[in-house]
């Protein structure tokens, strides 16, 4: 497999942009190597600039839930474009959209658009915290909600990834006011909220934590943390930007019965656009400017060729695509399982639902901290062994799979296949 076209991107990118990359989950740091530049996307492949295929169990982290250049979101966003990029004004295919996020979430009565999650996770903060006159907010260790300053202490993902705290650049005073708990621990919960209840604001949570590798709520945990945010007075956060659309239409909500205040929805909901959402009660929502006096702003927020594309690809999510998920992803689980058991690994493959994982630990993680002490060398073995046969992971083992509903049969035995070798090739590193 030759990667010379991407090695020399690379080197020329790394001239120009931060780390040859915008967005450091993508530098392949933590598993070695050099980034493949992708030429273009077909179905459930991406392609190279050095002409090399892969199956893709990325998805752009998250949005593609039918693969590449789905034809009714394409021709969705090319007629939109035809009308005009962007206006500064508003349009019809806004109202659309809300309207669809709204159908599909019941938690949701109004809904802002922006342009990232990493916004919509930030202004959800900001309306908590305007809307309940409290400054505190409760968070968990490991669960990534965009790099604000408030909410990037002890975040996963990327900042897991390169091994970074917190981040310079973020004042203490920015995160004082930022109480981290571990996930899955109930006493932690309990003892902040008896500490700091008076003064906060909201529990944040991705209700299936998915930015530390794939860590699900232990049974009746989220009904827990709706319990003690109604206990304190305080708002209770789902950050669906990972689950919004992907576990179900209505999410991580629909999935385990328990409503959040606010919701913030990204990824699946652009269609693969820039765009996110975040959404609430109507009374709480009409704190937001101009009704409100919590100010949330954005020159291209709703903008017309995104809306058309997210709008396009939920009026596609059916009970039948989440089906074909659910088995696609069962059927990558059930193949990596038999891998590691053939060739003697010790790994936890992980799903829930749609999505899925795997940690090369001694058992299933409930916390950030068994992630981060999971062997990620043999992760990257793992990896580079997949890539090599033409199977595309994400670059870090805090991520998780995602797949698409353009993998047929053929495709995911392909991957079964590959992992039987990927797995050996772990056993003898």
Same mark, same amino acid.
């Given at each position: 497999?030759?990667?010379?076209?991407?090695?020399?991107?690379? %080197?020329?990118?790394? !001239?120009?942009?931060?780390?040859?990359?915008?967005?450091?989950?993508?530098?392949?740091?933590?598993?070695? =190597?050099?980034?493949?530049?992708? &030429?273009?996307?077909?179905?459930?492949?991406?392609?190279?600039?050095?002409?090399?295929?892969?199956?893709?169990?990325?998805?752009?982290? =998250?949005?593609? @839930?039918?693969?590449? @250049?789905?034809?009714?979101?394409?021709?969705?966003?090319?007629?939109?474009?035809?009308?005009?990029?962007?206006?500064?004004?508003?349009?019809?295919?806004?109202?659309?959209?809300?309207?669809?996020?709204? +159908? #599909?979430?019941?938690?949701?009565?109004?809904?802002?658009?922006?342009?990232?999650?990493?916004?919509?996770?930030?202004?959800?903060?900001?309306?908590?915290?305007?809307?309940?006159?409290?400054?505190?907010?409760?968070?968990?260790?490991? $669960?990534?909600?965009? $790099?604000?300053? #408030?909410?990037?202490? &002890?975040?996963?993902?990327?900042?897991?990834?390169?091994?970074?705290?917190?981040?310079? =650049?973020?004042?203490?005073?920015?995160?004082?006011?930022?109480?981290?708990?571990?996930?899955?621990?109930?006493?932690?919960?309990?003892?902040?909220?008896?500490?700091?209840?008076?003064?906060?604001?909201?529990?944040?949570?991705?209700?299936?934590?998915?930015?530390?590798?794939?860590?699900?709520?232990?049974?009746?945990?989220?009904?827990?943390?709706?319990?003690?945010?109604?206990?304190?007075?305080?708002?209770?956060?789902?950050?669906?930007?990972? !689950?919004?659309?992907?576990?179900?239409?209505?999410?991580?909500?629909?999935?385990? =019965?328990?409503?959040? %205040?606010?919701?913030?929805?990204?990824?699946?909901?652009?269609?693969?656009?820039?765009?996110?959402?975040?959404?609430?009660?109507?009374?709480?929502?009409?704190?937001?400017?101009?009704?409100?006096?919590?100010?949330?702003?954005?020159?291209?927020?709703?903008?017309?060729?995104?809306?058309?594309?997210?709008?396009?690809?939920?009026?596609?999510?059916? +009970?039948?695509?989440?089906? $074909?998920?659910?088995?696609?992803?069962?059927?990558?689980?059930? /193949?990596?399982?038999?891998?590691?058991?053939?060739? /003697?690994?010790? #790994?936890?493959?992980?799903?829930?639902?749609?999505?899925?994982?795997?940690?090369?630990?001694?058992?299933?993680?409930?916390?950030?901290?068994?992630?981060?002490?999971?062997?990620?060398?043999?992760?990257?073995?793992?990896?580079? #062994?997949?890539?090599?046969?033409?199977?595309?992971?994400?670059?870090?083992?805090?991520?998780?799979?995602?797949?698409? !509903?353009?993998?047929?049969?053929?495709?995911?035995?392909?991957?079964?296949? &590959?992992?039987?070798?990927? &797995?050996?090739?772990?056993?003898?590193?």
């Amino acid at each position: 497999m030759s990667t010379a076209g991407s090695e020399e991107l690379y %080197d020329r990118a790394r !001239t120009v942009i931060p780390g040859g990359v915008n967005s450091p989950a993508r530098a392949f740091k933590s598993v070695g =190597g050099v980034p493949r530049f992708i &030429a273009r996307g077909e179905g459930g492949e991406l392609i190279d600039v050095d002409g090399n295929r892969y199956l893709d169990l990325v998805n752009s982290w =998250g949005p593609l @839930v039918f693969g590449h @250049v789905r034809k009714e979101v394409r021709d969705a966003a090319v007629a939109a474009l035809d009308r005009g990029s962007s206006f500064g004004a508003p349009t019809l295919g806004e109202i659309e959209l809300a309207e669809a996020i709204i +159908d #599909a979430v019941p938690s949701i009565e109004k809904v802002r658009l922006v342009n990232s999650g990493t916004e919509a996770g930030m202004s959800a903060v900001r309306l908590a915290r305007g809307a309940t006159g409290r400054s505190k907010l409760l968070k968990f260790v490991g $669960h990534y909600h965009g $790099h604000s300053d #408030a909410l990037l202490v &002890a975040a996963g993902s990327g900042v897991a990834t390169l091994g970074i705290p917190g981040s310079p =650049g973020v004042t203490a005073g920015a995160a004082a006011d930022t109480i981290l708990v571990p996930w899955n621990d109930r006493a932690a919960v309990e003892a902040a909220v008896d500490e700091h209840g008076d003064d906060l604001a909201a529990i944040l949570c991705e209700p299936v934590a998915a930015n530390m590798n794939l860590v699900s709520p232990v049974d009746g945990f989220l009904a827990f943390l709706r319990q003690q945010a109604d206990r304190c007075g305080g708002l209770l956060v789902f950050d669906e930007v990972m !689950t919004g659309f992907r576990l179900a239409r209505g999410g991580a909500q629909e999935l385990h =019965g328990v409503t959040a %205040d606010i919701t913030v929805l990204g990824k699946i909901v652009g269609g693969g656009f820039p765009l996110a959402a975040f959404g609430g009660r109507g009374e709480l929502m009409d704190h937001l400017a101009p009704d409100g006096p919590v100010y949330q702003a954005g020159t291209l927020s709703g903008n017309p060729v995104a809306v058309a594309a997210g709008a396009a690809q939920l009026a596609l999510l059916t +009970d039948e695509v989440y089906a $074909h998920l659910e088995t696609a992803a069962r059927s990558v689980v059930d /193949g990596f399982t038999a891998a590691f058991q053939a060739a /003697g690994v010790t #790994a936890q493959v992980l799903r829930h639902g749609t999505l899925a994982g795997v940690v090369f630990a001694d058992r299933a993680p409930e916390r950030y901290e068994d992630v981060a002490a999971a062997d990620h060398d043999a992760y990257a073995r793992f990896f580079h #062994a997949m890539l090599d046969a033409g199977i595309y992971l994400a670059p870090s083992g805090y991520e998780v799979i995602f797949t698409s !509903t353009a993998l047929d049969d053929r495709a995911l035995d392909r991957i079964s296949v &590959a992992a039987q070798d990927a &797995a050996r090739a772990v056993r003898d590193a």
